[in-house]
């Protein structure tokens, strides 16, 4: 992308914030909190729209649940609570300081949203059971490694405690091959990035029964 593109872009996603009065721009690493290992990613929000691409609206019901494990500053939080009819929206955040702005957000838009129960959780994923409600699940490539299995391992066994359909929306997939391995996911699309590999990218998912249940 050009240098003028680029401050367009920038430009365009501050007059919005200063609008809406929200605060999810800053890209901010970990070690600023005392939280860095190296299967957890820094704070990088998804575009806003990244989920309305990849998940249109009018396939979501007044009985479905979305969670965004990572929730950072609330971006998605907010973006799934202003234009779906979910019935309850959650972001599960590991940093208390990125939680608090999540909740300043949050309430900055309140007005603004369609679905008024957004439950902001501060947590390690791998400490948060996942409720067995939970419908949408969006990642936008918030750990890797151990912690991705360990957070996928509780997602299937929330599944096959309480079968139903659930759709994953993985922003920028870098475990794609570990969803596919486990034999539970089937992809069902793919919103491309600008440079068409994984970065940039969403790949959306439907988790299967259990081979035999
Ligand atoms: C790439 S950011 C995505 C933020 C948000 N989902 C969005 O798209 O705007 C990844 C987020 O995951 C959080 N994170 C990393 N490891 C985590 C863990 N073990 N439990 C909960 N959150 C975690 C980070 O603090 C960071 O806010």
Known sequence: MNAYRRLRR???????????????????????????????????????????RALPPREIGGHDVFVDLGSGMGRMVLEAAAHYPFKRVIGVELSAELDEIARSNVAGFRRRLRCPDVELVRSDVLDYPIPDDVSVVFLNNPFRGEIFSAAIGNLLRSVDRSPRPVTVVYYNPVEEPFLLATGRFRHTRTVAGRGGGVFGSTRVYTIGARPGA
């Open 10 to 52: 920038a430009l365009g996603r501050a007059l919005y914030e200063r609008r809406y009065g929200v605060r999810t721009s800053d890209v901010v690493s970990l070690t600023e909190f005392g939280l860095d290992h190296r299967e957890r990613v820094y704070y990088s929000p998804a575009s806003w729209r990244t989920l309305r």
